[in-house]
């Protein structure tokens, strides 16, 4: 059985930095592209960064470039979301998901709230 947690929001105010993580249990997470998503009151889920399963390609969204860099040990089946200089449009519900063979398969964590204060 696969299950993907989170941990690691909080309040934090402006400026400040939160590292979350994201951990996966079964056997998938090797062969996994890893992905955080957010998702703020009224708004669509919105993909922040993406990892692939090696780990040597990551991409991010416009508006967390510079900012926010995901990584992931997968010897310890996880997967982490830095994320310094925040603002407080960064305020959402973090989410982690897993996918594989070329997106058919497709597992979410239940998300973490981060919320930042100006």
């Known amino acids: 059985q696969v299950q993907l947690v989170e941990s690691g929001g909080g309040l934090v105010q402006a400026g400040g930095s939160l590292r979350l993580s994201c951990a996966v249990s079964?056997?998938?997470?090797?062969?996994?592209?890893m992905g955080w998503y957010r998702q703020a009151p009224g708004n669509q889920r919105e993909r922040v960064a993406r990892i692939n399963s090696g780990g040597g390609t990551t991409t991010y969204a416009d508006s967390v470039k510079g900012r926010f860099t995901i990584s992931r040990a997968n010897a310890k089946n996880t997967v982490y979301l830095q994320m310094n200089s925040l603002k407080p449009e960064d305020t959402a519900v973090y989410y982690c998901?897993?996918?594989?063979?070329?997106?058919?398969?497709?597992?979410w964590g239940q998300g973490t709230q981060v919320t930042v204060s100006s």
């Open positions: 998901k897993a996918e594989f063979d070329s997106g058919r398969y497709a597992y």
């Open positions: 079964g056997s998938i997470f090797s062969f996994s592209a």
